[in-house]
């Protein structure tokens, strides 16, 4: 079976890739290359274009005779979403209708949709299932929601098979050349700061949990990845017709744990000048969120395998791979 992957040069994308490649399907990938790196795809086909271009788009639907797409191509930045939403809307949701309106005249019959945790905005719960109501907190998250009902409902329209997969924190490299290049995380955030000599940035550690940082749902971009495989090989087998599922470990770490724990793996540990520097709160930041992952694993039969430890070292040899220390 073939498959379009846009955004498939970009830091998940290419681990979606690889995997589907792995997992014996066809690929084709499709990205703009705004912020994705074609020689992460240098194993298939790399078509250059944005999906606001349906032309395109359906051009090479046709050609390759996709039977399926893995839209992940998106704008992702939080920040940079509220002083820019209207880029926001024209990028993710006018990108995503394009996409669905190419695949739709293609008859193209199964379709993935990659939405985020964000979508929650700030739930006041212990664990995040996909039946707490969703109230996004940026237009970022707003811009997944919205994508989430259009797939939804031109499901309902045309029959098309679907999931909606909500990713949680994801970080990690399957390899070095995939590792996550941005800054917009906190592993590279993290990474960035301490190459310069800086200590970490901790943000509000006031907040009513253990250790007064934020709680997350970390997720390696691995396990990511084989939650596609997982729902794409379902969709397209016909065990499964629609899907809407939180990615994540089901285990909360705190930004001061997930700190110590790049410390240690970087050996900066113990430096002075690593000691991390706690800056009052963000704006919007809620206190927990981590997914309840039994959705996907009662779907599907996926459960993530890889700890945070391994999301550290795995990343860390990406930023890091002449192996000099802190």
Same mark, same amino acid.
């Given at each position: 079976m073939c498959w379009l992957i846009t955004g498939a040069a970009g830091y998940i994308g290419a681990h979606v890739t690889r995997a589907m490649l792995e997992a014996g399907e066809e690929v084709v990938a499709y990205d703009d290359l705004s912020t994705g790196d074609a020689a992460r795809v240098a194993d298939v086909e790399? =078509?250059?274009?944005?999906? /606001?271009?349906?032309?395109? !788009? @359906? &051009?090479? /639907?046709?050609?390759?005779?996709?039977?399926?797409? =893995?839209?992940?191509?998106?704008?992702?930045?939080? %920040?940079?979403?509220?002083?820019?939403? /209207?880029?926001?809307?024209?990028?993710?949701?006018?990108?995503? &209708?394009?996409?669905?309106?190419?695949?739709?005249?293609? %008859?193209? @019959?199964?379709?993935?949709? *990659? *939405? *985020?945790?964000?979508?929650?905005?700030?739930?006041? +719960?212990?664990?995040?299932? %996909?039946?707490? $109501?969703?109230?996004?907190?940026? $237009?970022?998250?707003?811009?997944?929601?919205?994508?989430?009902?259009? +797939?939804?409902? +031109?499901?309902?329209?045309?029959?098309? &098979?679907? #999931?909606? !997969?909500?990713?949680?924190?994801?970080?990690?490299? !399957? %390899?070095? @050349? /995939?590792?996550? #290049? @941005?800054? *917009?995380?906190?592993v590279p955030m993290v990474f960035q700061r301490l190459a310069r000599r800086q200590p970490p940035l901790v943000f509000g550690d006031d907040y009513d949990t253990p250790d007064g940082t934020c709680v997350r749902d970390f997720v390696h971009v691995g396990d990511v990845a084989s939650a596609h495989v997982a729902a794409a090989q379902a969709l397209a087998a016909g065990r499964l017709a629609a899907l809407t599922a939180n990615v994540g470990r089901g285990e909360g770490v705190s930004v001061r744990e997930m700190v110590d724990v790049i410390l240690s793996v970087t050996g900066c540990a113990g430096q002075d000048w690593a000691r991390p520097d706690v800056r009052p709160r963000r704006a919007g930041d809620p206190a927990r969120v981590v997914a309840s992952a039994q959705r996907i694993e009662q779907a599907l039969g996926w459960r993530a395998r890889l700890d945070v430890k391994e999301m550290v070292s795995s990343a860390w040899a990406g930023w890091n791979p002449g192996g000099r220390r802190g």
């Open positions: 790399l =078509v250059q274009g944005s999906v /606001l271009d349906a032309d395109l !788009l @359906g &051009r090479v /639907l046709r050609r390759r005779g996709v039977h399926g797409v =893995v839209h992940i191509a998106a704008k992702k930045q939080v %920040e940079e979403s509220v002083h820019r939403p /209207l880029y926001y809307y024209e990028q993710n949701v006018e990108g995503l &209708r394009r996409v669905l309106e190419a695949l739709t005249r293609a %008859e193209v @019959g199964t379709f993935l949709f *990659s *939405s *985020s945790a964000a979508v929650y905005g700030a739930p006041d +719960v212990p664990t995040v299932t %996909e039946d707490v $109501p969703c109230a996004p907190v940026n $237009p970022y998250g707003t811009t997944k929601l919205v994508g989430e009902r259009i +797939v939804t409902e +031109v499901a309902a329209a045309t029959g098309l &098979r679907f #999931a909606n !997969l909500r990713y949680f924190n994801v970080a990690g490299a !399957l %390899e070095p @050349g /995939l590792a996550d #290049a @941005g800054t *917009s995380n906190l």
